[in-house]
């Protein structure tokens, strides 16, 4: 509609001077050292929900960072939708690799740079304008109520326990979320699933304190060499994870869905030159998407050991750590697989070293039904905003809570996402896009308009 | 001698007071940032020998690190001992661990807590003292030239420039180190042979940024994965090293040598329950003896990749680096091990990754012909002040520079240490007992007095 864009229009500046702010935020969930920069970053966003319009905003207290809740009963006979996001980022380091201040946004080409610009300030603040916009215009026709955590990087541990004990204020009848990513501008596409994640670390410990490696080495184990051929055999030689029962009940796709999945537009060579490899890697038997999609993995995300200074140190250290972390598929329950992992970790440690597994978290994967109202007004919205519409596609990423939100509240969730898989989620120099910024904001309502209309 | 131990009584409060002088000087030659620390520490060394009456005391200056020279010339018709040691310590990290600070030289039960305490400062320092010592008790009875480097714990690399263009200068009749360990005080033993070092640092690099774990996992080789997987195939089942012709002309002990060799004392129990490891770790066919003293070995000396900080990230990382370094024994020569190490590195790698593989320094093994006159002077100096004879031992630590001195100067070495391997080398904590101390500067004027003795 044309109110909608003018709309826009007519506020451009201030929606991107607001995102800025916004960003401005180190809100590190993961890093102790910026409590009071999540605490403040609660704080902006429960602000900005007020003067967007929103009733009953409240920064709810947790275990752990508060939980923003915000909502606009227009009518309860009508249906209510829930907007899922999160205000906490990732970690920024290696901070070396950044071309600019990960929390300075920076605007090149039409996209701003900053920790979180996509994941995900830059996508759940779409969700706050595009509800100005509705108040601003009278385009609400259902009710909508916002639920923003500061703990989705760290695994939402006490959003569990804050959804349970608030089924009432949060009842809804879908979760609508944009944390995910798009195929491109040209080709928009709709998650229908995404991967379930545990989160293991693990120590290996030899001798008591660090060696000479000329008066000890080769009489006794090394840790690093021990931690690598036991991180080595996780996987076989067709890359296939080996711990025992891990694939239980992992479903495979039907030959349609493998079929429709594929069909999805995808350049190879594009993809290995974007990340500078010569051959892609993964499990025998599976195409690159269904790798990402629909297969579980198994990833160190992190190892350490030793002297890892300048120079040379002939030590034979004491002990070596990595994070190790797996995404799982329909039909793998995360709980599960962490005790599978934990069992099997400990079961290939030598008696030369003592091993320790440690679990962060996880979350179960999720799968999203096509067929659903919420599905196809996200899909009618895309379609009519983008000209185009969407491929079904399978995303790798997890968010954990989307399966809670079924378990706790019985409801299923959207996942409406404008990031690109180049945003740098995670990664150094972080962007998005603020095409796809503005194209979001604009995309909302009309998920609205439908939404109400099919549940007519 | 009574004279000696005198003379020792006498001075043992000074002689400790200089000891601690010395270990306060954070010689880190590893570090940059230690720079002036490392030259103060050659000044140090320089006044000191002068003080004990050497002549042409000098601080040469050399690429890197200077390399303090002083002599006393009695007689250019007796024989000449070049003494040698080294004034740099390696780095102290992990700090953390240190019950004392490690350059605050702390005194407890008879022990000095420092870095360098006995490598080598604690060491090379007593052949400083028991200099003075023979001066001010006329017991120095051949000529002795002493060279102290700088750079010993990061290659001795400009060390083999000085000698190889201070041939004359440096002319002596044998070379005696006390820069190794000696079995326990109740044990006293020689070393007669040391194994050589090649150390390499490799890097593997996949994509061209941080990825996220989710978007990108199991599609991507992940470096870490792929790094951990390459270090442990350098190892066999039976930890046999795998790298092709790494054992290439390895001698195998007679049998007879086997048997002296396991014949020293050792209690394997006692050595697991000091190290706090169940079990200890090797080649297969190997005693630990064996094992540490006359086979190769190959350890990852540190390792480092991805996320290392608080909590967790779920990050898939561009690359993944380790040092590691190979312990050698006669017959292998170091600089071809590193081609054969850099050859091999490069060839397992998969293609989806990039390797970069660089050597940080290496030394050749050797063994001490036990018929010298140079042996048999030490060996009876032992057996006077510890009134028991040297067991011979094969040290498993790394000397480069002794293979120098026997390629430019053409002379054999001695290794008389008096070191223990508790005494934390490269490790938190490093001690030296004062016992040792003392019995090493008792120990010393009776080997010159042994080795003028046996030349006559």
Redesign the interface.
Known sequence: MQSIKNYIEENKTRFLDELIELLKYPSV????VHENDVLATAEFVAQKLKDAGADKVEVCPTAGYPIVYGEKIIDPALPTVLVYGHYDV??A??LE?WKTPPFEPTIKDGKIYARGACDDKGQFYMHVKAFELMMQNNLLLCNIKFMIEGEE???SDNLGKFVASNKERLKADVVLISDT?MISMETPSLETGL?G?S?M?VEVV?????????????????P??I???M???L?DENNHITIPGFYDGVLELSEEEQKELNSAPFDLEEYKKD?????????KGYS?IE??GT???????????????????????SK????I?M?LVPGQDWEKISDLFTKHFESIA????KVKVTK??GGAPYVTPTDSVAYQAAYKAIEESFGKAPVPTR????IPIVALFEEELEVKTVLMGFGL?SD??????EKYDLYNYYKGIETIPLFYKYFAQLNK
Not at 275 to 283: A, F, K, M, P, R
Not at 424 to 429: C, D, E, T
């Open positions: 969930s993961a890093d102790p990732q970690p380091d290696p690799l990087e760290v695994g990513s991967r994640l989160y670390e030899g001798p008591n304190r660090d060696l000479h490696s000329g008066v000890y080495g080769g009489a006794v184990a090394n690093v060499n931690l690598c051929q991180i080595a055999s996987h990340l500078d490899v010569e051959e892609v890697w993964g499990e690159t790798r990402t297969r579980p993995t198994l990833d160190v995300n992190g190892i350490w050991g030793g002297y890892t200074g300048v120079g040379a140190k002939t030590v034979l250290p070596a750590n990595a994070k972390s995404r030598p008696k030369s070293v962060h978290h995303g790798g990423g997890s898989d740098n989620l995670h990664s150094p120099n």
